[in-house]
């Protein structure tokens, strides 16, 4: 089982989205993004270092291995899942991962097992999402100037 994520701000929506990851196989790898990834995908600095991410992912209790992905870049971006070699693959409700690419590459990779499974948000997708929780944050600190 293989998950992908940011992971910028660990909250409620992280720990579902893992817990369900987590219960679609016995042995779950989160992949967190690299400082560089997501300032191209996010367009803004990561509020915590990959480094403080990966330390972070790999507390968590479903998680049972966390490692730091590829430099973003068109050749690389799914190196990681040969390394792992995972039976699934779980996507968030938010990642824009390419399905029918994602596929495509397994199958011409020697994964065509792997099942990909886009797992719902379970709970408020509007309270637990990362730029929903900085938004708040920032609400909150302007309320205090």
Do not use: C
Not at 64 to 71: I, K, N, S, T
Not at 132 to 141: G, N, P, Q
């Amino acid at each position: 089982m293989l998950a992908f994520g940011s992971f910028d701000i660990l909250h409620y929506g992280h720990l579902q989205f893992l817990s369900k990851a987590k219960g679609l196989g016995d042995r779950l790898v989160v992949v967190v993004a690299r400082d560089a990834t997501m300032r191209k995908l996010k367009g803004r600095e990561p509020i915590f270092d990959e480094a403080a991410r990966l330390s972070m992912v790999k507390a968590l209790r479903p998680v049972d291995d966390a490692m730091l992905g590829h430099v973003d870049g068109a050749d690389r971006r799914f190196e990681v899942i040969l390394e792992v070699k995972p039976d699934t693959i779980a996507l968030g409700y938010d990642q824009e991962a390419n399905e029918p690419q994602l596929r495509k590459w397994l199958d011409s990779n020697g994964l065509g097992k792997t099942a990909i499974v886009r797992i719902m948000h379970v709970e408020n997708a509007a309270v637990y999402k990362s730029s929903k929780a900085l938004e708040r944050v920032r609400a909150a600190i302007m309320k205090e100037v």
